[in-house]
């Protein structure tokens, strides 16, 4: 089985701080790893993903991960928070030598204030 | 704009009735998923359909079903409503099955709304 764990609701960052959102997982096998964020009334869009490699992977506006394999963890990134950033970001795991089926944690609200 | 769409936006409907929700995949791919959304259980995984087949099942009901048809468009159909019925709909489709990493892209969903 598979899991994934955000252990916050909600993250609150000031603009132009940097912000991290946490995500831990649990699988097994290696893992490939997904964020996504959701904007209000919208679907899901897809961020950035982790399959092998470097541990620090670059995604859409400005994000990264960091893949820490000790920690079992895939914490969310970013230098620098804009307002437009605030939006609800899930994170989703599986077994790289399982279907396709995506395990999603129970999300993340950012919110960015000016 | 992620290329998958769905119809219809909203759908209000009573319980006991029965409604189809309906999906297109991006152009090229042959995978088609299906997700609920609800606020007690989060984002959850329903079924996969790969160019026409079945492919994994998920947490979904018995009184639910799907199809994916051969121009690759998916219907999910909901049967005998319940008020826990209602949530926001999501299908997803991406390139492949099974091998690769790839990532799924997500249409804007159906609200699905059962009074």
């Known amino acids: 089985a598979q899991s994934v764990a955000q252990p916050e609701d909600q993250v609150n960052v000031a603009e132009g701080n940097p912000l991290t959102v946490k995500c831990t997982y649990s699988v097994s096998g290696n893992p490939y790893l997904f964020w996504y964020v959701q904007y209000p009334n919208r679907g899901l869009q897809f961020l950035l993903k982790y399959i092998t490699g470097d541990n620090l992977v670059k995604g859409s506006y400005g994000f990264e991960a960091e893949f820490n394999k000790s920690q079992t963890s895939f914490h969310l990134k970013k230098p620098s928070a804009l307002v437009s950033d605030s939006a609800l970001y899930f994170c989703?795991?599986?077994?790289?030598?399982?279907?396709?089926?995506?395990?999603f944690g129970g999300g993340t609200r950012l919110m960015v204030k000016p | 704009d992620s290329g998958v769409t769905q119809t219809p936006k909203h759908l209000i409907t009573a319980t006991g009735q029965r409604v189809t929700l309906r999906c297109s995949p991006r152009?090229?791919?042959?995978?088609v998923y299906w997700y609920q959304q609800s606020l007690d259980q989060g984002l959850q995984f329903l079924i996969q359909y790969y160019n026409g087949e079945e492919r994994a099942k998920g947490n979904i009901l018995e009184r639910f079903s799907a199809q994916q048809f051969p121009d690759l468009h998916s219907e999910l159909n909901l049967s005998s409503l319940e008020l826990g019925d209602s949530a926001l709909y999501f299908c997803?489709?991406?390139?492949?099955?099974?091998?690769?990493?790839?990532?799924?892209?997500f249409g804007p969903g159906t609200r699905l709304t059962v009074t």
């Open positions: 997803a489709s991406s390139v492949a099955d099974r091998a690769g990493a790839y990532e799924q892209y």
């Open positions: 152009s090229g791919d042959l995978s």
């Open positions: 989703a795991v599986r077994a790289s030598d399982a279907g396709n089926m995506l395990t």
